[in-house]
């Protein structure tokens, strides 16, 4: 489990599907594994690149933190988004200030112990300027902007404790691991930087910089940056029309690649779906909307490396039903290789049997 979220992450969004995505690529995969892989400490669920929870190992926390967060103002704008940068700047309050006052608050908040989501969002919000927080008409209260409170897990402040339940808490990455994470913008910060750029690369290669730029959600002048640092370990090729770099220690591997026999059914989020190069990956533009849609994304069917359909699945009792949307005939070999993975995630969410329909 550790080699495979070392390449490039496994999102946690939503929550569980880490759990598949790692049984796609490992064999022995269970709950039971992964939950004590994450509290034995061998595996740690962060904020990765978007600030989206990931499974990452304690080594590389720092990588896929304060890794992909750069401190100029464009950057940071991006970061934080539109709306929360918005709101600070209308109040005089700098980004790179919020990030300071934000990340001081939640090491203070989280000093001693692992504090459950919702507590310490209210304590962040009194602690807080107003500007870093909006206005709920639901409850009748304050909280603090959703990007604020995520950015100190973003550059490896806090880490998710292993989960009890659907509860989620978080605690500091120095007091979990006994081991700091470098501050963002400190020269362990720019190195992690670069790391992160060469797995990515080494993932999703060839790209460019608006790719890396779209993936870490990152400024696109501080990921030029990135890629005209690792010049000397970078390869231009073109494929398709295309052009783009990719290390130069990987061209020849990639040349000689093919393609694997095998059937999956990955989740949502999967890191093979998280290429910013949809168009290699799924030719056919008509089907874009379908396999990454605005909201609900379902997981996937890839065949011999292909994308040959969609599914979604609902619990029903002991059983999990699967509903698989062919984009085209499935070859008939594959039928029942998806049936026998769609039994093995059955079993991964402590359903008994799996009841696949084909459309």
């Not at 929550?15 to 995505?21: D, E, I, R």
Request: proline share 6%; hydrophobic share 45%.
């Amino acid at each position: 489990m550790a080699e495979a979220v070392a390449a490039c992450s496994i999102r946690n969004t939503p929550p569980g599907s880490a759990l598949s995505a790692l049984a796609a690529r490992v064999n022995g995969v269970s709950e039971d594994a992964t939950s004590a892989a994450l509290a034995g400490k061998t595996l740690v669920e962060v904020l990765g690149p978007r600030m989206i929870p990931a499974f990452v190992c304690p080594g590389d926390v720092a990588v896929f933190t304060v890794g992909g967060v750069s401190t100029d103002e464009a950057s940071l704008r991006v970061t934080m988004g539109e709306k929360a940068s918005g709101r600070l700047a209308a109040d005089g309050i700098g980004l790179g200030d919020a990030l300071t006052q934000v990340i001081d608050a939640t090491r203070a908040e989280l000093k001693g112990g692992a504090r459950a989501r919702g507590d310490l969002s209210e304590a962040l919000t009194a602690r807080l300027p107003e500007a870093m927080s909006l206005w709920c008409k639901r409850c009748g209260s304050r909280h603090i902007h959703e990007t604020l409170f995520r950015l100190p897990g973003a550059v490896g402040v806090y880490c998710v404790a292993p989960r009890s339940g659907r509860e989620v808490s978080y605690v500091l990455v120095e007091e979990w691991l006994d081991a700091r994470v470098p501050s963002v913008g400190s020269p362990g910060a720019l190195g992690a930087g670069i790391e992160l750029v060469r797995r990515f690369l080494r993932c999703y290669g060839p790209a460019t910089p608006g790719d890396f730029a779209d993936w870490a959600r990152t400024g696109l002048p501080d990921a030029r940056r990135r890629f005209a640092d690792l010049a000397d370990d970078l390869a231009d090729v073109s494929w398709d029309g295309q052009a783009g770099s990719v290390l130069r220690e990987d061209a020849d591997e990639l040349c000689r690649a093919e393609l694997p026999s095998c059937v999956r059914l990955l989740p949502p989020n999967d890191p093979y779906l998280l290429t910013r190069d949809r168009v290699t990956l799924v030719p056919e533009l008509a089907q874009h909307k379908l396999i990454w849609p605005a909201a609900g994304t379902p997981g996937t069917v890839v065949a011999a490396g292909e994308i040959v359909a969609i599914w979604r699945s609902q619990k029903s009792g002991a059983t999990l039903r699967v509903q698989v949307s062919a984009r085209g005939r499935l070859p008939a070999e594959a039928v029942p290789l998806v049936e026998t993975e769609a039994q093995r995630l059955a079993q991964l969410r402590g359903c008994r049997s799996a009841l696949v329909r084909f459309g």
